[in-house]
């Protein structure tokens, strides 16, 4: 069983910068890859980055694109989101995921509040 705590969210203004972190927990954390989503009130959940846990590569939706960066620390099972240059279209709850089986991402985390302001 893997156990996924997010931290870092907050209030910021536009232009702005947050560090988000997702910490795992589990006898044997080895996933696939893992992934940072976010979801806005009635709306559906997005897909904003992933990284794939052994080899490092990455990729972003276009609207973060040159903003965001996603890593890993292979020691610390933790899994980071550096979101600079932030908009008010930013504002959203921010779950991590892990892709356990390299088919789908099944575990999440809580979520984190980021608010970006105008």
């Known amino acids: 069983q893997v156990q996924l705590v997010e931290s870092g969210g907050g209030l910021v203004q536009a232009g702005g910068s947050l560090r988000l972190s997702c910490a795992a927990s589990g006898r044997t954390f080895r996933p696939h890859a893992m992934g940072w989503f976010r979801q806005v009130p009635g709306k559906e959940r997005e897909l904003v980055a992933t990284?794939?846990?052994?080899?490092?590569?990455?990729d972003y939706r276009d609207s973060v694109k040159g903003r965001f960066t996603i890593s890993r620390d292979l020691a610390k099972n933790t899994v980071y989101l550096q979101m600079n240059s932030l908009k008010p279209e930013d504002t959203a709850v921010y779950y991590c995921?892990?892709?356990?089986?390299?088919?789908?991402?099944?575990?999440w985390g809580q979520g984190t509040q980021v608010t970006v302001s105008s």
């Open positions: 990284i794939n846990w052994s080899g490092g590569s990455t």
């Open positions: 995921a892990a892709d356990l089986s390299g088919e789908d991402f099944h575990s």
